[in-house]
C-alpha cells in the first residue's frame, strides 16, 4: 500500500514536531493536500531511474497515452535539496536538479537547447555556481540505443546581467524520438538564497513523474505553503542524522519526499484566474535560524508586522499623513454637504474625474500625491490613498485595503507577507455599511470594483487597531438585457424591426471603458461586425456616461434576409440575439475550480408579428433549469398571442466560485442554454 492521498479542499494551518529542522505545512486557499505520517511503499509503486542510462519502451514511445497533443513529456523531473558547511562561504544549499524528456514532436526539439542562470554577486562569498553537470541523449538506430554524451567542451558561461551568469548548453544529435536527459547541482550561499526555490510538479507538457526531496538539519525552521490540485502519489517524512560537515552543527534532522504522478500538462481553461493559483507546487519560507548556543534569528512576519512596516513607510502611510494639499476640495465638499454617504459619493465622485490612472498597480506611492494631484495622473496607490486622505478629512471611517489583482494571484492568509499584495482600494464605513472604492475607473458607479480586484479577499489596514481580511465580493453582475420587435414577411423571407440593448453591471462598465471616449462610429463599426448579415440603420447610444449607475442603452433598425425561404415555410431563429452559440466549457472533465469573477443575467425578449394567414407550425417545450443551491437559472419560453410569436429566454448565473464536482452540473447547463437557442422554428402558412 502506498501512501495515495486525496485532494482536499479547505485551509489550516500546523507543524509535524515540537523540533527544529522542520516544515510548517501550511494548507491554503483551497489549493491543498493533507500530510499524513509515512506509509509503506511497495516496489511497483516507487520510480529510481538511473542517470546516464534509458529503458528500452521510453524510446520506443511515439506518443503520450495520456496525451496525444502532447510534444513532450517529462518522464522524469527530480529535486533534491540538502545543507552543507563550508569553510570559506558558511552555509550553503545544494540543489541537485535531474531532468529526462522525451521528445515526441519536432516543435520540442528546443527543450535540447538549455540556460541555467544564477547569482554571481561582488563578493566571493555571495556567488553561486553550478558543479557536476552531465547530459545524455538516448536515441533508437537500426533497432539498437545509442547513448551520446554532453561534450564538456560544448559547455559556454555567459554573463547575462550585472548579477547574474548562465551556463548554456545544447544536448547533441537530438531527434524527434529521442530522449535527453541532464543534471547538475546548484551550490547557493544561504546569504544569497536562504530558501530553496518554488518547485512546480506541473508544466506546460505533461509529466510522468515528479519527485522533490529535502533534508532540513534541526537549527532551521521553514514554513511551506503547497498549491494546487493534484493528488501525493509518496509522502515521506523520517527523522535523520544530518552531517552538514561541521562537528558544531551535526545532529538530528527531517528528511522528506514529495512525489507527484502522471500529473497532465497545465492548460489555460475558461473562468480562471492566473495559472499561478492552479499549478501544483511547493513553496517555502524560511521563519527562522537557531545556531547552538546563539539566539534564534525570525524572518516570519506577523500581520501586525506587515501593518507596522506599511504605517511607517514614507511611500504608504506618510501619504495618508500628508493631505494639506486637499484641504481647499475639502471645503468645497464640506460645504455643499452634511450627509456622510453624500460626501463620501462627492469625494469618490471629484477624484475619479479629476485623475487619471496611469496604468501601474503596487503598493508604493510613485512620486507622492501632491505631485500626482498636480500632475492630474498617477498610480493606483497614488490615487486611492488620496482618495482615502480626503474622505478622512470629511470625517469619514475610511482606510486603505491591500489586495491582490487577478492576474497577481490569490492571498495565503496564513503567510504575511506584503509581497502577497499588488494593489489598493479605499473602504468606508458609514453605519452599518462598508463600501469599496476605487477611483482609478473613470466610468465605474461607486463601490463597483474594477474586475481584476476581484480576487476573493482584502487585508484593511485601519488608522488605528488591529487590520482585518474582508471578503471582496462583486457589487453586481454581468447584466444585458436585448430586446427585439419585428415583422416577419414570408414571402420576401425578411424579418426588419428594432433591436434594443442594455447595459448594466459590469457589462455597463466594459462598454463604457472601451467607447465612451471613441467616436460613434467605432461602436457602430463594431455592432455591425457582430451581426454582419444584418442590415443596419439609425443606430443610436443612449447614457454613454451621463449617469454611472444607470444603464447603457443602444438601439436600431434592422433587417435581415433568408436567401433560403421558400413559399408558404419560413425557417427561423428567434435568438436573433442574446444566443448563446457555444458553451464555453468544453472539456470533458475539470480538476480546477471555476472562477466567473461575477454573476450573469442575460435576458433576450422577442416579439414577432406574423402576417394574416401564417402560424407558428409546432410549439417549442417551456424549458426551465435549475442549478443546485440556487446557483443559477435557465428558462425559455415561445407561445403565440395573436398574430404574434413571443419568445422568453433568461440565463442567471448567481454563484462565482464553484467546485471541480460541480463542473459536470454547469457544463450541462450551458450546454442546455446553447441546444435550446440553436433550434429554429417553423412559420406556415395555412390553408383555407
Request: charge should be neutral.
Amino acid at each position: 500500500m502506498h501512501d495515495f492521498l486525496p485532494l482536499t479542499y479547505f485551509c489550516c494551518m500546523f507543524s509535524f514536531f515540537p523540533h527544529r529542522g522542520r516544515l510548517r505545512i501550511v494548507l491554503g486557499q483551497a489549493l491543498a493536500f493533507i500530510f499524513l505520517f509515512s506509509l509503506k511503499i511497495t516496489a511497483q509503486d516507487d520510480f529510481k531511474p538511473k542517470l546516464g542510462t534509458i529503458d528500452r519502451p521510453s524510446l520506443d514511445m511515439t506518443a503520450y497515452v495520456g496525451d496525444s497533443t502532447a510534444d513532450a513529456v517529462y518522464l522524469y523531473d527530480s529535486g533534491d535539496v540538502s545543507f552543507l558547511y563550508d569553510d570559506l562561504k558558511g552555509f550553503v544549499m545544494k540543489s541537485k536538479m535531474w531532468v529526462r524528456i522525451k521528445i515526441l514532436k519536432e516543435s520540442a526539439l528546443d527543450r535540447a537547447s538549455v540556460g541555467l542562470t544564477y547569482y554571481y554577486g561582488n563578493n566571493f562569498k555571495e556567488q553561486e555556481w553550478i558543479e557536476d553537470l552531465k547530459g545524455y541523449t538516448y536515441n533508437l538506430e537500426n533497432g539498437q540505443i545509442v547513448t551520446t554524451e554532453l561534450d564538456k567542451k560544448s559547455i559556454k558561461r555567459e554573463k547575462s546581467s550585472e548579477y547574474s551568469y548562465t551556463t548554456k548548453f545544447n544536448l547533441p544529435n537530438v531527434k524527434k524520438g529521442a530522449v535527453i536527459e541532464y543534471s547538475y547541482t546548484l551550490v547557493s550561499p544561504m546569504s544569497v538564497r536562504p530558501k530553496p526555490d518554488t518547485w512546480h510538479f506541473q508544466g506546460s507538457v505533461p509529466f510522468k513523474w515528479s519527485e522533490y526531496k529535502i533534508t532540513i538539519p534541526y537549527f532551521l525552521d521553514y514554513k511551506m505553503t503547497m498549491g494546487g490540485y493534484l493528488s501525493l502519489h509518496h509522502n515521506k517524512h523520517e527523522p535523520v542524522n544530518v552531517d552538514v560537515g561541521h562537528s558544531r552543527y551535526n545532529g538530528q534532522g527531517m528528511s522528506y519526499r514529495f512525489v507527484v504522478k502522471d500529473s497532465p500538462a497545465f492548460v489555460n481553461e475558461p473562468y480562471m484566474t492566473t495559472e499561478k493559483d492552479y499549478l501544483s507546487k511547493l513553496n517555502f519560507e524560511l521563519a527562522s535560524i537557531t545556531f547552538p548556543g546563539e539566539m534564534s534569528k525570525n524572518f516570519s512576519q506577523t500581520w501586525d508586522d506587515v501593518e507596522k512596516t506599511l504605517e511607517e513607510a514614507s511611500w504608504f502611510g506618510g501619504e495618508l499623513r500628508k493631505s494639506a494639499f486637499l484641504k481647499d476640495k475639502k471645503e468645497e465638499i464640506s460645504k455643499g454637504s452634511y450627509d456622510p454617504l453624500e460626501r463620501m459619493n462627492r469625494a469618490y465622485g471629484f477624484i475619479q474625474k479629476y485623475m487619471k490612472w496611469d496604468g501601474y498597480t503596487g503598493l508604493r506611492s510613485g512620486d507622492g500625491g501632491k505631485k500626482a494631484f498636480d500632475n492630474k495622473k498617477g498610480n493606483a496607490c497614488d490615487i486611492n490613498l488620496m482618495l482615502t486622505s480626503l474622505l478622512r478629512e470629511l470625517g469619514l471611517e475610511a482606510n486603505p485595503v491591500l489586495i491582490s489583482t487577478r492576474a497577481h494571484g490569490h492571498v495565503y492568509q496564513e503567510i504575511p507577507m506584503i509581497e502577497s499584495f499588488n494593489y489598493i482600494v479605499s473602504h468606508v464605513k458609514i453605519g452599518e455599511q462598508e463600501y469599496l472604492l476605487d477611483a482609478t475607473q473613470p466610468y465605474a458607479k461607486p463601490g463597483l470594483l474594477p474586475e481584476h480586484a476581484l480576487n476573493g479577499v482584502g487585508r484593511l489596514i485601519p488608522k488605528k487597531g488591529a487590520g482585518r481580511f474582508i471578503i471582496i465580493s462583486p457589487l453586481d453582475l454581468q447584466s444585458k438585457l436585448e430586446m427585439i420587435s419585428a415583422k416577419i414577411v414570408p414571402e420576401d423571407g425578411i424579418i426588419k424591426g428594432n433591436y434594443a440593448i442594455s447595459y448594466g453591471g459590469y457589462e455597463a462598465l466594459r462598454w463604457r471603458d472601451k467607447y465612451s471616449t471613441e467616436p460613434e462610429n467605432v461602436f457602430q463599426d463594431d455592432l455591425k461586425k457582430l451581426v454582419p448579415e444584418w442590415q443596419l440603420q439609425n443606430i443610436a447610444v443612449k447614457n454613454k456616461s451621463d449617469d454611472l449607475k444607470g444603464t447603457v442603452s443602444v438601439s436600431c433598425d434592422f433587417e435581415v434576409e433568408d436567401e433560403n425561404a421558400s413559399p408558404g415555410v419560413f425557417y427561423f431563429n428567434p435568438m436573433l440575439a442574446g444566443r448563446w452559440a457555444s458553451n464555453p466549457l468544453k472539456a470533458k472533465e475539470r480538476i480546477y475550480p471555476l472562477d466567473l469573477t461575477t454573476g450573469i443575467s442575460n435576458s433576450y425578449i422577442g416579439n414577432f408579428t406574423l402576417p394574416e394567414g401564417y402560424m407558428l407550425d409546432e410549439m417549442p417545450k417551456t424549458e426551465i433549469l435549475m442549478l443546485p443551491d440556487k446557483a443559477g437559472k435557465f428558462s425559455y419560453q415561445v407561445r403565440q398571442v395573436g398574430s404574434v410569436i413571443q419568445v422568453n429566454s433568461s440565463v442567471q448565473v448567481n454563484k462565482v466560485r464553484f467546485l471541480p464536482d460541480e463542473y459536470d452540473y454547469l457544463k450541462e447547463f450551458f450546454e442546455r442554454v446553447v441546444q435550446k437557442h440553436s433550434q429554429p422554428l417553423v412559420i406556415k402558412k395555412q390553408s383555407n
